[in-house]
């Protein structure tokens, strides 16, 4: 059963100067299973950050439901929102960033157990050792400022900081872009282990696609605040249907020169439009290579066939046939 | 400026050449200027209004612009000045002033009998200036000739003379410079300066050409407002000021005395003060009102030590109301040395005993001691001493320093066990502190009072007030002596006179009193 | 090889002469702490229409090595460098400051990560890209108003005399990297070096880069070195690729003999720990175990051996040098690529 | 960005009517009877009556709300009542009174930016040179003496011992020298290191490193880029000890016997001349305000952030 649904979302940004409007999120909806690792994919600026934030707590939603757990968190007044978000924790992208620096890293897991109400100070002892276990890091961590760990390590800390809450779901937002390739595979591999041992599901937020593909069952692809396509990972790269997420996969690199320079890529002409001022129509036709006429006019609705879905034009035509690939 | 060739150019830059000397020259607006004949005098106040019927400009500067009917002499002798000589009726309520004859104002308008009452008629009687007895009891003027004015008073008021010597509200204004209403516009006098400017920077005087006296030696007088007195000091060492000093010009305190005397080219003179620094008790403080706390009290002060530590020797030490600079000043009593011994046994007769703080019935031998720059420079460091020797005989003396306005409300309401006071000195006294100070019934609503006794006093005090020429020493004597026997006060020092100045001036003479700018007498190097 | 080597460059005639050789190259770091060897004898040449990638994890060196013989490093950093960095025969270690001057404002452009600190945020696009046009090739305000133009319609941006009015937060990140390539390439350089250039970007706009960047080079016939950790980027432009580990070069060769046929077990950690794209979904994700060592205090022996699979005893003992695999592709690795019993490896 | 412009405008306003009830509080918060000092301006006998009289015809018991609402509506209309002191209307006092006043603060201010941004410029020029050591030891000097010190060394100096420069007065520019050096001497100073080090900062920025790569020099560099930048720090810091001066200035006006309006407002303290205090204090407030304001705008000016945004 979907432990988390998030139906219409809508959230906006008003400039206080221009009174312009940047729609970040555009009637989103998002399934995520428990114990699943769900891909969110993009450019910068597509909203899938966003997305994240305004799931918990972070943004304020202007319309759209979030039922986590159950519980439809937006009809609950303040207080109770928070509570109901108790086993939901987010991942910032820069660990640097998310830890106090003057602060050990044990007394900021302790601190994380102390929120959550434990007063016994050896439960918490015996808690942050077993986190310790689960993040793979070493004791002598403990005593440790952010400054002095690696970016691994940190990154890892942090993971650590947001278990101890005991969540079901993760939100991490972009957690190993700042980690060197070499880190990368020990960050996401505790990610596998944390659903696979304890069951937690994961919302992994990410540019990086190769990534994204390995570690996640079901991506969606972002695009100036709507998802323009969503489906089973392995599915969705070996055969994207969406002109865009073609183009995407179409960016992933091969390491072998002979298979990378001999293979055809889709190269998108400029760049993402102003979120202020999205395009009429389908929001991609600017940089779509199929673009036709109706791309200015519509707004694509949503194909849904066999666990995949596409907003795009192109299959307007085939309707009831089989989503296959239309160009 | 729509065309500017290269000629109106090199024209503009030979006039800056030949003016920026000048400018750079006069680097200051008093700074020394060609001429030699300024004299460079500060004031720590601007002049503000000098409208001769009012309070609020500076006495010093108006002493230089407008004449009295009558000067104070040396050792309160009164002298004429527009008056060249007057008659008082034997009952001393008439007074007939015959006028000097062809002084004119600056302006040019006569001193005649008529601009001479018309001056009268801005002040005299009226409620504001009732604290002079010549107004409090004036009846009636007259003009009896061109050049003979008559003034006839309810009562008689022996002081009347001397307090028209003074300066505000006394002296006359030009009734030309008047306005249509009589009210006062600007400054014009028949005094030996005439204003050129007066304001916050200071007053520019030069000298008045039609005035009926000697005239001053030098053409230009100048009165910066410095109001630091480091920075009179360092202006005066730079070489900027010729003269300065005097305690409403602009104070000298006895460091910085020590500081310009070291300072090569300039003299420090002194010279016998007029007023006294009095420890007044408030007579209706129930300690106070034992004689034997307050003889005890000035048994304590050694006023030696004071006058030469506090004011580095530039203070008479005495146990007199007044100076012998003042008329009337009575016998001079020796100075005691400290006794803490006698202070001891007079209060352990009185019944105040015990360690420390002595105590009389439970009550504490505590006194405050309310002090304020304003009123008396050099109060703070005068009030610490104080305080330490009276310690030393069993008293507890605190010390409240307030500021002007704080102690304008409290000394005269009387909420003060003890506080410094300073006496009005020439030409207001004997008889201006003896009243304001010591006189009962009379409130000036500002000075408070160093001790009053209904009963004993008083009587003493309205004869001495009331009595004619021939009788007047004795009743001051006796008012002094009661003051003395009953330890009604205690009387600390007489400052001395401070005044400093550089070589440019070769001859300095003291003004008579400290209400005015020396002037005549002074003659520049 | 010393031999062969001298042979070689006796008989190089002037227009084949390397545009970059660099040769026994260290660099000393000086940081508010500590001294760092940033980089060991580091030594590589790239010719003009060459691209050499130079690739490793963060701290490895690969920018400092490219950056500090030029002065280019960020503020406040000292660097002392050792041993020769000749550009187009010039040797760059005796050049005066005046020169260093003429040398970047016309023989070496330089694109940096993050164009937007990379950039003055304060100052219009167009007199950011004139100045050197005016100060190092002496344009007139006109000629190089119209230079920074073709400038900006060079590295495909739309509208140029538009865009010259802007500032950089008014771009997007990826036409800001145009700009910064745009200026790099003003003064018509011999060499371009190109630091992390599509690291900060979108894989939408990386794409956009990378070709625009592979156009450029072989348009203007440079040599190119492009510094970057995506093995991606190497495989899809750069003609050679040295791999840097702690300071020093320890694989070196064309791309195709270092990607397909990695002697080095570093290479080969970087390579496998890409994820495939045909990995399984959910499958463990390969990478290394341990982290870099501290440069302020090197290790005796390889400075890989603490975490490498084949490591032997001798390892911790000496470093290894690079010695050939096989023509122009060397590793550093006693254990894949020993030294030919000639010995004439350690003759350097 | 006449959105932003309106913006500060509209809460320099209604930090002006806040100042404006602080300053009228503060001053009629006083302990003493002011009344009674009227009074004895008048004559120097002062009795009860008189001072009820004078409290009715002042309107001194009347509520506070009802006093400042009197108050602030004749300093609306420029009337900000007569001091009690001297009768002269305040107005008139504080216009005669400025010349002196804007001198000082200006001319310390330009001395202050001249200094700060001189020795900040030379000692970024040459990084560690004898600059930078000037502004180190400035710096710490700057901050610990004492303005009334700085003064009287001054005057000293070239006043007493060397007879260069005249101790006092308000006259000539080179009667200015002194005042403006010994007011602008301390935030001169401090914004020399505030300035050297924003100018570091920007020279350790990556586009400086960029405009190296292009073959620019540190001098162009420093000029083009590096002080532009560090222009908006440096105009904030020193917004800051500008608007400061004024309480600098109430030590340095008496002691050159400048007779400005910090003079006048330390004159009016001893004597409690309250209608003088208020006005006085309005207009340091209304000064205060007014620096913020032109700070904030010129800050918008010179962020093209700002600046772009209002335009678009």
Known sequence: MSLLTVKDLVVEFRDADTGGVNRACNHVSLDVDEGEIVGLVGESGCGKSTLGRTIVGLEHARSGSIIFDGVDILSLPGGRQRQARRNLQYIFQDPLAALEPRQTVGSALDEALIIKGERNPRARAARISEILIATNLPSGILTRRPRELSGGQRQRVCIARALLAEPKLLICDEPVSSLDMSLRAQVMNLFLSLRDDLGVAIILIAHDLSIVRQASARVNVMYLGRIVESGPSAELYAEPLHPYSHALTSAILHVDPDIERNRERTVLKGDLPSPFAPPSGCSFRTRCPNAFETCAELEPREWIEAGRSVRCHLYDEVETKQLTMAY | MASFNRRDFL???????????????????????????????????????????????????????????????????????????????????????????????????????????????????????????????????????????????????????????????????????????????????????????????????????????????????????????????????????????????????????????????????????????????????????????????????????????????????????????????????????????????????????????????????????????????????????????????????????????????????????????????????PHGSITIFFLSTFTSGTDGKMFVDAKNLDPLILKALAADEADRAAAYQAVLDWLRDNHAICPIYHAKRIWAHTERVATFVFPTTEYEMPDKGIVLA | MTASRAEATTAMRPADQPVLSVKGLSVLLFTETATVRAVTDAGYDVGRGEALAIVGESGSGKTVMNLAPLGLLPGGVRAVVGGSVELSGEDLAVASEERMMQIRGRKVGVVFQDPLSALNPNRRIGPQIEEVLRLRLGLDPNASRARAIELLTMVGIPEPDRRLRLFPHQMSGGMRQRVMIAIAIAGDPELLIADEPTTALDVTIQAQLLELLARLQRQLHMAMVLVTHDIGVVARIADRVAVMYAGTIVEIGTVRDVLKRPRHPYTRALLAAVPAPDAEVGSRFTGLTGSPPDLSTPPAGCAFAPRCVLVQPECRLDAPRLATAGGDHKAACWITTPVSPSGQEFAR | MSRIVLRRFLSALVLMVFASIACFSIVTAFPGNVARVIAEMRSSTVSDEIVRQIEVEYGLNDPLPLRYLHWAGRALSGDLGESLRTGQPVAEALIERAPPTVTLIIGGGLFALVMGAGLAFLGALVPGSIFDRIIHVLSLVGASAPKFFVAALLIYTFGVAFRLLPTYGFGGPLSWILPCISIGIIPGSILSRVARVALAEEMSRQYVVTAISKGLSRRRILMHDAVPNALPVTINAFAMHFAFMVQAALVIEPIFAWPGIAAYFVEAVRFRDYQVLQSCLLVFCIFFILVNLSVDLISVTLDPKQRQKGLA
């Open chain 2, 11 to 429: 024209l503009h830059a030979l006039a800056a050449g030949t003016v920026a000397p000048a400018i750079f020259s006069s680097t200051s607006v008093f700074a020394q200027s060609a001429g030699t004949g300024t004299l460079r005098v500060p004031t720590a106040r601007e002049a503000n209004d000098l409208n001769p019927w009012k309070y609020s400009g500076l006495w010093v500067v108006s002493s230089l612009i407008y004449d009295p009917l009558v000067s104070y002499g040396p050792g309160g002798k009164i002298v004429p000045a527009l008056a060249e000589s007057w008659t008082v009726s034997d009952d001393g309520l008439d007074y007939v002033f015959n006028l000097r004859k062809g002084v004119v104002f600056s302006d040019g308008a006569p001193f005649d009998a008529d601009a001479a009452l018309w001056n009268l008629k801005h002040w005299i009687g009226q409620s504001d200036h009732s604290w002079l007895s010549v107004s409090a009891n004036f009846e009636a003027m007259r003009k009896i000739d061109d050049t003979t004015i008559g003034i006839k008073l309810k009562a008689a008021a022996p002081p009347a003379l001397i307090e028209l010597t003074t300066i505000n509200p006394m002296r006359f204004l030009s009734p030309a410079s008047a306005d249509a209403a009589g009210n006062y516009v600007k400054p014009v006098g028949t005094g030996r300066w005439v204003v050129v400017n007066s304001n916050a920077n200071g007053s520019e005087l030069v000298r008045n050409d039609k005035y009926w006296g000697d005239k001053p030696d030098h053409d230009r007088l100048s009165i910066p407002v410095i109001p630091e007195g480091r920075s009179r000091v360092a202006a005066m060492r730079a070489g900027e000021l010729d003269m300065m000093g005097g305690s409403f010009a602009a104070k000298i305190s006895p460091q910085e005395a020590e500081t310009l005397k070291a300072a090569p080219g300039i003299t420090v003179v002194t010279d016998m003060g007029t007023d006294t620094i009095v420890l007044g008790f408030n007579p209706t403080r129930e300690i106070l009102k034992d004689p034997a706390v307050r003889e005890a009290a000035g048994l304590c002060l050694d006023r030696a030590a004071i006058a030469k530590v506090v004011m580095a020797g530039y203070a008479d030490p005495t146990v007199n109301l007044f100076p012998p600079s003042v008329p009337y000043a009575g016998r001079r009593e020796p100075v005691p040395g400290r006794n803490v011994e006698a202070a001891k046994q007079a209060l352990e007769a009185a019944g105040w005993t015990g360690d420390g703080t002595r105590q009389k019935n439970g009550v504490p031998l505590a006194l405050e001691l309310v002090i304020s720059e304003d009123a008396v420079p050099g109060s703070r460091a005068l009030s610490e001493v104080i305080q330490s020797q009276l310690n030393e005989a069993g008293f507890q003396v605190s010390i409240r320093q307030v500021d002007h306005v704080t102690r304008h409300d409290d000394i005269p309401n009387m909420k003060y066990d003890m506080s410094l006071f300073i006496t009005n000195g020439a030409p207001y006294d």
